[in-house]
């Protein structure tokens, strides 16, 4: 559990804080036994009630002063477990914001699922109370010390309890340790079955309830199998502890009382050892009894700290004070670890700035893995993309997609407001500015009809609007970075007759400016005249197509 305290134990002056103050609540935490046996040896003995006045006081200021130190350490500890899981989730989250796309689809989607049930498991083991229970189980040794100056022979025989104890718990934490992982596992699995029950418009039209009824019983019943095994590791955990306590005030007592019975001890000490017996061993039963709880946090920090080791996506680079909007295709070669073939091998292609290239072929030929590579979203497997002669590798990701007017052939939104989105990549846009755009791309109408305006609420990654309406936000979202490389996915996908003649106007806009313009799509059409065709359908290479001629009226097939 080293590694649950190191996350919460990272600086030197609280450390010796709770240092400090641990070992005077356990000094006085040995009051107790203490005033019962001077009470039994001297106010007995004696019987003087000035004895027992101040013995009592005694006791008493020393309870108030460990309780006063208990809530100043647990407040420490309160603050420290706090910023350590808020650490944590800025970590996962910042990590999965910024990780490569490849290294997260390299994943099962039940592990992209882990990170948060880690936090959740994580954020239960730290919780203060288990924290000083680790904290506190060292200091079992002043308590040891006290009793063999009580009597060795009870300190000898407590050592040996602990010393069973912590055996017990050592064999009983290798079985768990599978169990509690796979708990996890097993959770974020059910999980991903329950995102997928969400998607019910697909689940209705392929009538795939029963299959997945059965996927969601099946999972549910490994998690609880899981989950009932975790539970009997920690309830025999539990019962263990007991057993062994019972067994040291029984053998303590008895020890206690045959030195008693031969006048080896003093009276007192017999119920004073019992008392300072079961404190230490409470030391010991604290984080025994917990122990499940712990190594679940143990291994979800394991779990994190494997998730962030998946490379990340550069956060600064090169900025450029300009972009003319030229590219170089550089014997690029692109492959999914899991592909047979590469998706694109050997692809080279100059694309001067204000050019135009269409990048043309059938499905799963790699027309969209070519506009995610000039987006930088994904690098390529071999060769380099170059932009003004600068790898597209070395330049800063923010700077590079604001050079952009990208529309993918499947947008995503956030959840969030149709002003939030729209300002995600242009912040100083104003309300005109977006309700201009919004009319530019055929959404007046759907602009002025919604009583909330740009504040309407887009949910499900924009799924409560049409496919259309989507590729028109997207292509709004995208032309509000006015760059100098407008890149466009199927821009005919989804779109009616009007979509596509506004596709059509902004495509000759941008020709007009002087906008390097790149086009994936089926087939090059009407484009081929306009500009290179990279044909993705041959192999092993693709083909290279030089213009045709130098008309500058574009237009896309409906």
């Known amino acids: 559990m080293w590694s ?59 309870l108030l002063m460990e309780s006063l130190l208990k ?120 999980q991903e079955v329950a995102r997928t029950a969400e998607r019910l418009d697909t689940v209705r039209l392929a009538n795939a309830t029963p299959w997945l009824q059965g996927e969601w019983q099946k999972r549910a019943g490994n998690a609880r199998w899981y989950r009932y095994a975790s539970q009997r590791f920690g309830e025999s955990l539990s019962a263990g502890s007991q057993v062994f306590g019972a067994l040291l005030s029984i053998l303590t007592i008895a020890i206690a009382a045959k030195l008693t019975t031969i006048q080896l001890l003093d009276p007192g000490i017999l119920f004073g050892a019992n008392i300072l017996a079961m404190r230490a061993f409470s030391l010991i039963a604290r984080p025994v009894q917990q122990f499940f709880t712990l190594l679940q946090g143990q291994q979800a920090l394991e779990l994190i700290d494997d998730y962030l080791k998946t490379e990340t996506e550069p956060q600064q680079g090169s900025k450029p004070a300009y972009f003319s909007g030229r590219l170089e295709f550089q014997d690029v070669s692109c492959w999914h670890a899991s592909a047979p073939t590469p998706i694109i091998e050997g692809l080279s292609v100059t694309i001067p700035a204000g050019g135009i290239v269409t990048f043309a072929g059938q499905n799963a030929t790699g027309k969209t893995t070519c506009a995610r590579l000039i987006a930088n979203l994904i690098q390529p497997s071999r060769g380099s993309i170059l932009a003004d002669g600068i790898d597209l590798r070395q330049l800063d990701p923010v700077w590079w997609r604001k050079q952009l007017c990208y529309l993918p052939q499947e947008p995503e939104f956030l959840d969030a407001t149709l002003k939030e989105n ?82 059509n106007d902004i495509l000759n806009e941008a020709v007009k400016q002087k906008k390097t313009v790149i086009i994936c799509a089926h087939q090059a059409g009407d484009l081929a005249q306009h500009g290179q065709v990279v044909d993705l359908n041959s192999k092993p290479a693709p083909q290279v197509i030089p213009p045709q001629c130098q008309e500058k009226s574009l237009g896309i097939a409906s």
């Open 4 to 62: 649950l305290l190191k996350l919460v134990l990272g600086n030197p002056a609280h450390n010796l804080q709770l240092f400090v103050s641990s070992i005077f609540i356990h000094l006085l935490g040995v009051a107790p036994s203490l005033y019962v046996v001077l009470i039994y040896g001297r106010y007995m003995s004696h019987g003087i009630d000035a004895t027992l006045v101040s013995l009592t006081v005694g006791v008493l200021i020393a």
């Open 71 to 190: 809530r100043g350490r647990y407040q420490l500890v309160a603050s420290l477990c706090a910023k350590a899981e808020r650490e944590k989730v800025e970590a996962v989250s910042a990590h999965t914001l910024r990780a490569k796309i490849e290294s997260l689809q390299a994943l099962s989607p039940e592990l992209r699922q882990v990170p948060q049930r880690s936090l959740d498991h994580l954020s239960i083991a730290l919780s203060p109370t288990n924290v000083i229970a680790l904290i506190d189980a060292p200091f079992v040794i002043i308590f040891l010390v006290a009793l063999t100056f009580m009597a060795w022979q009870i300190g000898v025989l407590t050592g040996v309890v602990f010393g069973f104890t912590i055996l017990f718990l050592v064999f009983r934490a290798r079985a768990m340790h599978n169990a509690s992982k796979a708990l996890i596992l097993r959770g974020a699995k059910l």
């Open 422 to 503: 729209l300002l995600l990549l242009t912040p100083h846009a104003t309300d005109e500015q977006l309700s201009n755009m919004l009319r530019r791309v055929g959404l007046g109408p759907t602009l002025d009809q919604h009583k909330e305006g740009l504040q309407q609420q887009l949910s499900n990654g924009g799924r409560n609007f049409s496919v259309g309406t989507r590729r028109r936000l997207a292509l709004a979202r995208a032309l509000l970075t006015e760059g100098a490389l407008l890149v466009i996915d199927e821009p005919a996908e989804g779109l009616d007759r009007q979509g596509i003649q506004i596709v």
